[in-house]
């Protein structure tokens, strides 16, 4: 099981609800899926790193993103 992709969708997730939830506050709706993407993307962000905790943090954030895209796009 590839830990970085996971790292990389919970981080995608995670940073794609913010735009969810401020769009929600702006139309006076519940935000129930921003909700949902940051409970999806953080348990994604906590397993894997919980797997390899010494890899992930924020200054291998980039490094580790790039890697999966070069990885995965190539």
Do not use: C, H
């Not at 981080?11 to 794609?16: N, R």
């Not at 940051?38 to 943090?57: F, H």
């Amino acid at each position: 099981m590839d830990f970085d992709l996971i790292f990389v969708i919970g981080v995608a997730l995670a940073a794609f609800a913010i735009p969810a939830a401020v769009s929600a506050y702006t139309d006076r709706r519940w935000p129930k899926m921003a909700i949902v993407m940051l409970l999806a993307g953080g348990g994604a962000i906590a397993y894997a790193a919980q797997e390899n905790p010494d890899v992930y943090s924020f200054g291998t954030l980039d490094d580790v993103i790039v890697e999966v895209l070069g990885r995965y796009l190539n």
